[in-house]
């Protein structure tokens, strides 16, 4: 079993940058990649950018260059930078942690990009 809590999320201006934050606890030895989805009001929930256990990392086409993925050497913390906010960029975002072919999931946090 893997628990995931998201936070970081918030207000902020066009233009602006958000950091958000997830903590991994459990078996989190066992998670072989780690990454971040966001969903937005009627739309499908989508990948934004993965990290393996090997360090390899993945964007989705509309954020490279903006954000940036990273996990601490012990493995318990996982990050999105996110620099160059749009208001597209408004979604709640979850943390996933997958173990072999399971996904387990964060609750949630808002990121909110108005002016």
């Known amino acids: 079993q893997v628990q995931l809590v998201e936070s970081g999320g918030g207000l902020v201006q066009p233009g602006g940058s958000l950091r958000l934050s997830c903590a991994a606890s459990?078996?989190?030895?066992?998670?072989?990649?780690m990454g971040w989805y966001r969903q937005a009001p009627g739309k499908q929930r989508e990948l934004v950018a993965v990290?393996?256990?090997?360090?390899?990392?993945n964007y989705a086409d509309s954020v490279k260059g903006r954000f940036t993925i990273s996990r601490d050497n012990t493995k318990n913390w996982v990050f999105l930078q996110m620099n160059s906010l749009k208001p597209e960029d408004t979604a709640v975002y979850y943390c996933?942690?997958?173990?072999?072919?399971?996904?387990?999931w964060g609750r949630g946090t808002q990121v909110t990009v108005s002016s």
């Open positions: 459990g078996s989190i030895f066992s998670i072989n990649a």
């Open positions: 996933d942690g997958r173990v072999n072919t399971r996904d387990y």
């Open positions: 990290v393996t256990s090997g360090g390899s990392t």
